[in-house]
């Protein structure tokens, strides 16, 4: 199997300084991950983007950028056996519902077991454990559930009508995340 570059950015030389050497490999997803493993990758750690074999890769999709990709199909052997590249990496990020990675036999104890200095990002919607743990988690549900859409409005209205959430927040919410994987190191 070939990993191959997806993006590059101009300004990439320049950065690489920070944090070359660092291995990060991130399993492709949505939510704060892509995002993350981006930043990773601007500053400079080598980035593997493990994407699903039936997946298609989009060229256009912004978060590819400073990262290599490799799809394999983690649900066979020869598959996971290429998943385990994270004995020899320092970060692994992935936002899979609760149970996932555990069912692949790449769960947090499997791979410390063989990695113990590893970084185990893991960015779920609504954590781990508790009610809504198995539930797809969005900024929109998080406003909602909290009340914080129904203070949201356009100037004139009264509150809760016509909600205009902030666009900035989905972004803020992704720079956190890329910031928790680092702070361990």
Not at 75 to 83: C, I, L, Q, T, Y
Not at 86 to 110: A, H, Q, S, W, Y
Not at 145 to 173: F, M
Request: net charge positive; aromatic share 4%; glycine share 12%.
């Amino acid at each position: 199997m070939q990993i191959r570059p997806v993006h590059q950015t101009p300004n990439q030389a320049r950065n690489q300084v920070r944090w070359r050497g660092l291995k990060v490999v991130e399993f492709a997803g949505l939510g704060p991950c892509p995002l993350a493993g981006q930043m990773l990758g601007d500053l400079g750690a080598d980035v593997i983007l493990i994407e699903r074999k039936s997946g298609k890769a989009d060229p256009t999709d912004i978060n590819n950028r400073s990262k290599r990709r490799i799809a394999i199909n983690l649900k066979s052997d020869e598959g996971v056996e290429v998943a385990w590249a994270v004995e020899n990496t320092d970060i692994l990020i992935e936002g899979f519902r609760p149970g996932v990675m555990e069912k692949l036999g790449l769960g947090p104890d499997e791979c410390h077991a063989r990695n113990q200095r590893l970084v185990y990002g893991r960015m779920t919607g609504w954590g781990q454990e508790g009610p809504l743990s198995s539930t797809a988690g969005h900024d929109i549900n998080y406003m909602a559930i909290t009340g914080a859409l129904h203070a949201i409005g356009r100037k004139g209205r009264a509150a809760g009508s016509a909600p205009q959430p902030c666009r900035r927040l989905c972004r803020w919410h992704h720079v956190s995340a890329a910031r928790r994987a680092c702070c361990p190191l």
